[in-house]
């Protein structure tokens, strides 16, 4: 039987560790925004070839990104015993991952790009957005790199410096790509590749900067082995590649809404991306903290406490849902003034408050599958999320969303009424989930 008295005890340490997760999430999610800001003043075209090359190397780098998540469970489970020497083991077999998962990658969005041209990407932004991804590619090693030391350093309760790191790393994208994309500060003018090679200068530095905080902590850490252990990487693997497929499951299914909203009247489209970027943006709280309900619940299960582990995510869920039930109360109550935000297109702005209206009922939803899946994660529980998700979203909600925009008419509403059915089904179950597994231990 689970305390309201624990769960308030609980709180204070959840929150100082999970709000510069969340503020370190915002800055991530702020640095492709930069890219896309500053090019926007060359042209239309330039504009339009930013977006989509970051969707699309996103798509792909997400695979070694979610790989890379089962260091949340193998750090925190391992500092939760007391077992320090062992996190710096799967940090370094998690880097020696990183060495082949990086041109493979790569291989993948140089081949990818063939298919602009078939998906109909008009030639001029198409020969922008290969320009910006050429550029990009070469910041997968240490996107890796930086994905992997924060995993460790997040998973053992440092979480300041990861944050910080991501603030200044803005900072530096923000003045690189202004002197790349128009040549300032004796640079060459390098236009839409410029913003590319800004943001991999960018990715350098946040894993230089981790990896000197790792090695002014922990000297130990900072040793290289001679050889990996190849039993610790197919473990990663195993643990983290269901996490990647969720990833790419849900990343993906935006997309495509995208696309097919795109078939629309151009009011669409645009009230979509306001609605989109809003829910982007409040969806950042709940998924920090879901990072921090991985942290906490793996290493109270490290250290056997299954009593906390219990109490950590279902307090996480709280704060979670908490935060998403206001949300949506903004949404339903100011969604005109959200929206001007993004434009002033009286179409448009009648458009995106009913979609904002639709996003506000999936909010709490939203914010129950992050959670839970980052409370599932620390222990360990991978599969199930992902083939929750591709249900929820492949099976459910992309279908009826399909028929009800343009078989029901109801336009690109019926997209998002869709994702709201699934995320409704995504968010109930893996909640539910949660509960059973947490009963059990």
């Known amino acids: 039987m689970l305390h309201a008295a624990e769960l308030r005890r609980e709180f204070p340490s959840l929150a100082r560790l999970a709000w510069p997760i969340v503020l370190g999430e915002f800055g991530w999610a702020t640095m492709a925004l930069v890219d896309t800001i500053v090019v926007g003043r060359l042209s239309t075209e330039a504009l339009g070839g930013v977006s989509i090359g970051n969707t699309f190397y996103f798509t792909i780098a997400l695979i070694g990104f979610g790989i890379l998540l089962a260091l949340d469970t193998k750090v925190s489970q391992a500092f939760g015993a007391g077992n320090e020497p062992d996190c710096r083991r799967w940090l370094r077999d998690a880097l020696y991952l990183c060495l082949p998962m990086a041109p493979i990658l790569m291989g993948i969005v140089w081949l990818g790009g063939a298919v602009l041209e078939p998906m109909g990407v008009q030639p001029a932004v198409r020969s922008q957005t290969i320009a910006y991804l050429n550029a990009l590619n070469w910041s997968t090693l240490p996107f890796l790199f930086y994905a992997a030391a924060r995993r460790y350093l997040q998973s053992m309760g440092v979480v300041k410096p990861v944050m910080l790191c991501m603030i200044s790393a803005n900072v530096v994208n923000l003045v690189a790509c202004w002197a790349l994309v128009f040549g300032k500060l004796g640079l060459p003018e390098l236009g839409v590749a410029g913003a590319g090679w800004a943001t991999s200068f960018s990715r350098w530095y946040m894993a230089l900067v981790l990896f000197a905080v790792i090695a002014l902590r922990d000297r130990a850490a900072a040793q290289i082995e001679r050889m990996p252990n190849l039993a610790r990487m197919k473990e990663l693997i195993r643990l983290g590649f269901p996490a990647a497929a969720q990833l790419v499951i849900e990343v993906g299914v935006f997309s495509l809404v995208s696309m097919f909203v795109g078939r629309l009247e151009p009011k669409y489209l645009a009230a979509h991306h306001v609605a989109l970027s809003v829910a982007s943006y409040t969806f950042m709280v709940p998924l920090g903290i879901g990072s921090a309900a991985a942290v906490r619940v793996g290493q109270a299960l490290g250290r056997k406490d299954r009593a906390g582990a219990r109490t950590s995510g279902f307090a996480a869920l709280v704060l979670g849902t908490g935060f998403m039930s206001c949300s949506a109360l903004c949404m339903l109550l100011f969604p005109g003034v959200i929206s001007r935000i993004f434009t002033s297109d009286p179409a448009v702005l009648d458009v995106a408050r009913g979609m904002l209206a639709i996003a506000a009922a999936f909010q709490v939803f939203d914010g129950l599958q992050a959670v839970a899946t980052g409370a599932l994660r620390g222990a360990g529980e991978t599969r199930i999320p992902a083939i929750a998700h591709f249900c929820g979203y ?48």
């Open 394 to 441: 492949w099976l459910i909600g992309l279908p009826v969303g399909y028929w009800l925009c343009f078989h029901a008419g109801w336009n690109a509403a019926g997209m998002w009424v869709g994702m709201c059915a699934a995320l409704m089904v995504i968010g109930s179950v893996l909640a539910r989930y949660w509960v059973s597994v947490a009963s059990t231990s």
